[in-house]
């Protein structure tokens, strides 16, 4: 909500609609029905890559389907993220969802990611997610692996 003041009124106007006004929530796992909150805990889907996933979800033609954020071995620094798509959730899994987008996460991963939010940007030469990771101490020179 926006609080303007006008004089010795003051009146209340309720926030805007559009992907903002949708937070992300754990469905599925421990914490089910708590709103992510970013740098803090669970796993937040930014506006543009709520946008972005919304696309490529409604192109998938699959309701059930989601991206699966999971991080690996790997990279000069230990660890890397791998995104991929999958049919639905598999029995250990926390989901977060945003309307109708939701995020797939095993376990073991979640240790790694928790306080994340994907966004998605766009750049002269590329486009892509883009995950920050309140957990990262230092990355590798190509951006793509990191320590926690």
């Known amino acids: 909500m926006t609080l303007e003041t006008m004089g ?5 106007e309720p926030a805007p609609a559009g992907p903002s ?4 929530l754990c469905v599925a796992g421990p914490n089910t029905g ?23 979800l409604d192109e998938r033609k699959a309701p059930e389907s989601g991206l699966r954020v999971a991080v690996k071995g790997g990279g000069c620094s230990g660890l890397a993220y791998a995104l991929s798509w999958d049919n639905k959730p ?7 969802q945003r309307g109708q987008v939701r995020v797939f996460v095993d ?6 990611l ?23 101490r230092t990355t590798c020179g ?3 692996s990191f320590t926690v």
Do not use: H, W
């Not at 598999?90 to 977060?96: A, S, T």
């Not at 376990?107 to 790694?112: A, H, L, R, T």
């Open 8 to 12: 010795p009124e003051t009146k209340v």
């Open 21 to 24: 006004a949708d937070p992300t």
């Open 34 to 56: 708590t709103p992510s909150m970013p740098g803090k805990n669970g796993i937040t889907i930014g506006d543009r890559a709520f946008e972005r996933l919304q696309k490529l």
């Open 90 to 96: 598999r029995e250990k899994d926390r989901v977060f």
């Open 107 to 112: 376990p073991k991963s979640y240790i790694y």
């Open 114 to 136: 928790v306080g994340t939010v994907i966004e998605y940007e766009e750049k002269l030469l590329q486009a892509g997610f883009k995950l920050t990771n309140p957990q990262v």
């Open 142 to 144: 190509c951006g793509e």
